[in-house]
């Protein structure tokens, strides 16, 4: 009897050592053939075969090697990406018309039942896995002091790459499993994050990076018009407008994939400047409503990223249910960062998601979404076992050497030292055991009225408790001689709703034109606002409570009462009382307030670090901010009894093929006769950060108003 021939394997892209999905297998001279799965894998057999084994797909290099008839076999392949574009599709005039329409037209009209965004509810089980890897590692790199510490590391390198791919570091990896969960009317996500594990470098708390790590940040949607990668938005190869952005061509009428037939169509921008893809999808044929079965989509350096050189995302489907929406149940993501300057390495980001275990029109109640991404109680929790039962795919040796790697980089005193310097520059705070010294950005600051001025300051962390914040700093000039303090309490009786009660007392300088309620924290912008000479500086003195909650999802509100003195350190004087001779002049100004505020983000989407709330934004919605503030005559020694109105709108949004834009819109009446010190002082900047809530060629102190917009 003839023995067969079976040829086993995998395909790997040379440049990222990641699997080829999609990728054509055959022998030599034949049809006989098949193509890898997801991960990259094959598997052929023949009893007539060739002498040798063919790698073929759009992009790349094809490859042979030899083949051993009558066995069976391991062939392994590493592509190499062809640096050639792809040919130009010829469209002849007259009554043709390219047969790749007549399927898109098909797709875009059956777009709403295939999408799973038609379902009512949706869930399943999502595996997540990132991998963040130093790449492009250049001669010039390597001759870099710090890097020939890690030499011996280094040289061990070339093994994670493969021989014929790039050699890369690896910095960071992580896996998690959870479940995640869709709710159409009112639109509601929600990610619980049952298990997940992590290893980088300056990693020391997992808990914040397992929330953005998980499926809910690695969600991409082919049947959206418009698709946000890194910051920009790409037009869908399946878009309304599909005919305006891409060039098409049919490759095969009726491929198999997953026992469905498909066709098979290649795509490629007009206009290669584009924010647009190109690649091949196949589309399911009319059986299966021309759904989109699986896509293999790239972007080049045409495209303008800055420093990114490619990214590549990969796609299955299957359907939910007969006749139903499809659902992404494997997705992979590739982003590859190039060198900014020739002495330096690029980096390349690895993500890849797999979904099963789909449950269809099953809806939650509203009150489950409560909170978007969610930890459970044991997810940092070390368990192997865990990991080898229930990953949806095994780690490969070369994710196995990862692991390994990163730990041994850890290791090294001088990997750890400057991993300490990036965590202090990148956080502001170094971890004292229970305790947080910093923001270090203060530490230091020079000016005309204290001269050089010193200030050390702190937190507690959650290792503290879980309930209590406690922080504050202390500063002092040795020019003017003065002590200035802050003391902050914060309160977390609930997480659900997010509740926060808290108190403080601050003793420092400010000044007038930059003391302002409608300042956002930026950190760099008021540190650097305290060099150089203080115009119109004086001491202030605030005592504050405060409560703030979410009453429900995207909605907040907060309440303060404020306690204010403002002694002038510059020539200042009001009218207290009187006319004429009789008038009572007044220096220093206090005022008690009672300050409401509420805040509208639906659809806003937070992560816990500890114990703070991090907003992720809110997709394309505006965001609402509406403000009252009310002085108190004559309580506790106030000075003024006053009334104040503010309204703020943000927004980011898409204008289509021509980008995103941001707008704010601000408003503000004062109907009170009071100082101009508490007037409404338009924010100029004199230091060298941009701030995009100040008027940036302007001086600090230029404008004042009672009203406006």
Request: include cysteine.
């Amino acid at each position: 009897m003839a023995q067969s021939t079976v040829v086993k394997g995998k395909i790997t892209d040379s440049e990222t050592g990641e699997g080829m999905p999609f990728v054509n297998v055959f022998f030599n001279g034949t049809t006989k053939g098949s193509t890898t799965d997801f991960e990259g894998n094959f598997t052929i057999s023949s009893d007539n075969p060739t002498d040798s084994i063919v790698a073929s797909y759009v992009g790349y290099l094809q490859k042979k090697k030899p083949v051993i008839k009558n066995t069976t076999q391991v062939i392994n392949f590493q592509l190499i990406p062809d640096t050639k574009t792809l040919e130009t599709v010829e469209i002849r005039v007259g009554d043709y018309e390219n047969p790749a329409w007549e399927v898109l037209r098909n797709v875009v009209k059956n777009k709403e039942k295939n999408d799973k965004r038609s379902l009512d509810a949706y869930e399943y089980e999502a595996y997540t896995k990132i991998e963040i890897d130093v790449d492009n590692i250049s001669d010039k790199f390597k001759e870099k002091k710090v890097v020939k510490k890690i030499t011996s590391v280094l040289d061990s390198i070339e093994r994670i790459a493969g021989d014929d791919g790039k050699p890369i570091l690896p910095m960071f990896i992580s896996e998690s499993i959870s479940d995640f969960y869709y709710l159409k009317s009112p639109e509601r996500k929600k990610e619980v994050i049952q298990k997940t594990k992590i290893t980088g470098l300056g990693i020391t708390d997992g808990s914040t990076v397992s929330q953005i790590t998980g499926a809910s940040f690695q969600e991409y949607n082919f049947y959206k018009n418009w698709m946000e990668i890194v910051e920009k938005d790409f037009v869908s190869p399946i878009s309304d407008s599909w005919r305006a952005f891409y060039d098409y061509e049919l490759k095969s009428w009726e491929e198999i994939v997953d026992s469905v037939t498909c066709y098979k169509i290649e795509f490629k921008p007009k206009n290669p400047e584009d924010l647009a893809f190109t690649g091949t999808m196949w589309i399911a044929d009319s059986l299966n409503n021309f759904a989109l079965k699986q896509i293999d989509v790239n972007i080049g350096k045409n495209a303008n990223l800055n420093f990114i050189e490619k990214v590549k995302i990969q796609q299955k489907y299957q359907q939910a249910e007969p006749g139903g929406p499809w659902l992404p149940n494997k997705t992979r993501v590739i982003i590859d960062i190039g060198e900014i300057r020739d002495d330096w390495a690029g980096m390349l980001a690895k993500f890849y998601v797999s979904h099963k275990n789909f449950k269809i029109n099953q809806p939650k109640p509203v009150s489950f979404f409560d909170q978007e991404v969610e930890l459970s109680e044991f997810a940092l929790e070390k368990n192997e076992d865990f990991w080898i039962k229930n990953r949806h795919d095994p780690l490969s040796e070369t994710e196995q050497n990862v692991y390994q790697m990163i730990d041994t980089l850890k290791k090294i005193p001088v990997i750890k030292s400057y991993v300490e310097i990036v965590n202090i520059a990148f956080n502001g705070y170094k971890k004292i055991g229970k305790f947080d010294l910093g923001p270090f950005i203060y530490t230091y600051a020079n000016n005309n009225v204290e001269g050089n001025r010193f200030r050390l300051g702190g937190k507690t962390n959650i290792d503290f408790s879980k309930k209590f914040v406690l922080s504050g700093y202390g500063a002092y000039g040795l020019k003017d001689q003065e002590f200035k303090y802050k003391l902050e309490a914060n309160y977390i009786p609930k997480r659900k709703p997010w509740t926060v009660v808290g108190l403080s007392r601050k003793v420092d300088l400010d000044q007038v034109g930059i003391f302002n309620d409608n300042i956002s924290n930026n950190s760099l912008f008021n540190s650097f606002s305290t060099f150089g000479t203080l115009r119109r500086p004086y001491s202030h003195t605030i005592n504050k409570v405060w409560v703030n909650s979410e009453v429900y999802p995207g909605i907040t509100h907060q309440v303060t009462f404020r306690n204010r003195t403002l002694d002038p350190l510059f020539p200042f004087r009001y009218i207290k009382s009187g006319e004429g001779t009789d008038q009572v002049l007044g220096e220093t100004i206090t005022v008690n307030e009672l300050i409401f505020e509420a805040r509208i983000a639906i659809g806003e989407k937070f992560i816990i670090n500890d114990n703070s709330r991090i907003s992720m934004g809110n997709g394309n919605k505006p965001v609402f901010t509406l403000r009252y503030t009310y002085g108190l005559k004559d309580f506790w020694n106030s000075d003024f009894g006053y009334q104040r109105f503010d309204a703020f709108i943000d927004q980011s949004f898409r204008l289509g093929a021509f980008g995103r834009t941001s707008y704010r819109l601000s408003g503000g009446y004062i109907p009170s006769t009071i100082p101009y010190p508490l007037l409404e002082t338009h924010l100029g900047n004199e230091t060298v950060f941009l701030n995009e809530n100040s008027y940036n060629m302007m001086d600090f102190f230029e404008f004042v108003s009672d009203q406006y917009a």
